[in-house]
């Protein structure tokens, strides 16, 4: 099968580029490189099965050339992250309505399937025990820019839902609950990757509020996985899933384990939410999904947890921070490309 992925040289479109080129597929990845990454995609570029075209989601004519070549889609150019969503919401807003637009448009026109990549900000404040696929958003004013990101995505479910039920489109949703793994950048409020990046530093862990908010956070091989399942299974059209796993964690709990399993000798630094994110911020209490629709229409299971990913991210920082060392000439080691430009941001 040929594969277009927008947004394929960012964190999960990286990982799901190399599980279908482990099986054989053949990607095309279009990505504007905005927060994406080369890097994340060279080993598959060079196993010849995947190839990088530079551009945007919102350029109609690329999109058709990069669709025609394709059978199937996966959209999921996105830039995410609580900091960076806040930081540019009438950007990030504008860009993920039209590009979900042109990409759903353009697969319907040449008879795509196409996987649309939504987010559990989709739920809001929605602070449920386990949020189904039919629990109700519960979103803050429009004026808290938070809620920008979640107004874009539900944009593009209404979108591509829309095209199934009007006009009978081959579109599926996947809404992605906190994915993380290697290749996750911490640049832009994501947990994970910054308390790793902090503990091998031996920095005090931020954390911000007093800890108590959960998340259940899921390793990027078992999100890919999922996508990949959803794209395969006919059953799956017109529908949306949660992809995630439910157990949950506080984020103190969290900064905690990240100390435990890094071997850091780190503290804890509490930090007000006003002060990382400016007035008006709102935060979650908890976010937790019901996988049993996933379960049940593919046969698809969580398989890793917090603590591997917390490792995996771990290897990945110590490999990066070793290559982009120099020593001096007094045997000083000096590191560089530290800039959040050396990281992918793109995720759903």
């Not at 989601?57 to 889609?73: N, Q, R, S």
């Not at 103190?252 to 002060?275: F, H, K, P």
């Amino acid at each position: 099968m040929r594969y277009l992925i927008t947004g394929g040289a960012g964190f999960i479109g990286s990982h799901l580029t190399d599980a279908l080129v482990s099986r054989g597929d053949e990607v095309l990845i279009l990505d504007d490189l905005s927060t994406g990454n080369v890097e994340n995609i060279a080993d598959a570029i060079a196993s010849g099965r995947a190839q990088l075209v530079e551009g945007s989601v919102c350029d109609e004519v690329l999109v058709d050339e990069c669709m025609e070549w394709a059978d199937a889609c996966f959209h999921l150019a996105s830039a995410v992250g609580v900091k960076l969503i806040v930081q540019r919401s009438v950007d990030s807003l504008s860009r993920s309505v039209r590009g979900t637009h042109v990409i759903t448009e353009g697969a319907h026109r040449l008879g795509r399937r196409l996987l649309f990549a939504s987010t559990s900000e989709i739920y809001g404040k929605n602070g449920s025990s386990a949020l189904t696929e039919q629990s109700d958003r519960v979103l803050g004013p429009p004026s808290v820019a938070r809620w920008s990101y979640s107004t874009g995505k539900a944009f593009g479910e209404a979108i591509v839902l829309g095209y199934h039920r009007e006009r009978e489109a081959d579109t599926v949703v996947a809404r992605l609950f906190n994915a993380v793994g290697p290749r996750q950048t911490g640049a832009y409020g994501m947990v994970l990757p910054r308390f790793v990046g902090q503990a091998i530093k031996g920095e005090d862990l931020t954390v911000y509020g007093d800890g108590s908010q959960s998340r259940c956070f899921s390793h990027v091989n078992d999100t890919a996985r999922a996508l990949v399942m959803l794209m395969d299974e006919e059953g799956a059209r017109g529908t949306a899933f949660n992809v995630g796993r439910s157990s949950e964690i506080t984020i103190l709990e969290l900064a905690e384990t990240v100390i435990e399993r890094t071997g850091s000798s780190s503290g804890i630094q509490m930090v007000a939410y006003e002060e990382a994110y400016g007035e008006g911020f709102e935060e979650l209490g908890r976010r937790c999904p019901d996988t049993t629709a996933l379960e049940q229409m593919t046969g698809w299971r969580s398989t890793l947890g917090v603590e591997e990913a917390i490792d995996d991210v771990a290897a990945f920082e110590r490999k990066r921070a070793a290559a982009n060392a120099l020593p001096t000439a007094d045997g000083e080691i000096v590191e560089f490309g530290e800039g959040a430009a050396a990281d992918p941001l793109v995720d759903a």
